[in-house]
């Protein structure tokens, strides 16, 4: 299973990005698909989780201001990025939680990161 992100970059405090996360290979049940982040010195913290019934959860930090969503043939997300802050800078990184199997548990799955820098 590979995850694929992309999308990040630099833009100015209240600007907007989005982030796509592709979830790729031996799926055979996706339990929820997310996006943590991780800002220098600190801890990786969650962002947002989507499970596969629609479901969304977000960190208060984002709430209002990013939304999760599936597109597609829903092995892909998106997460738009509203009135971005500066405290909004992070390395994030896309989470997918599945089973490649009928008999397997559901694992963790990371993607490579991706820059989101917001300027003051």
């Known amino acids: 299973v590979q995850l694929q992100a992309s999308g990040g970059g630099l833009v100015q405090a209240g600007g907007s990005l989005s982030l796509s996360c592709a979830a790729s290979?031996?799926?055979?049940?996706?339990?929820?698909m997310g996006w943590y982040r991780q800002a220098p010195g600190k801890r990786r913290e969650k962002v947002t989780l989507?499970?596969?019934?629609?479901?969304?959860n977000y960190a208060d930090s984002v709430k209002g201001r990013f939304t999760i969503s599936w597109v597609n043939a829903k092995n892909t997300t998106v997460l738009q990025m509203n009135s971005l802050k500066p405290e909004d800078t992070a390395v994030y990184y896309c989470n997918g939680v599945f089973k490649i199997s009928p008999t397997e548990s559901y694992y963790n799955y990371w993607g490579q990161g991706t820059q989101v820098t917001v300027s003051s």
């Open positions: 989507l499970t596969s019934g629609g479901i969304t």
């Open positions: 290979g031996n799926i055979f049940s996706i339990s929820s």
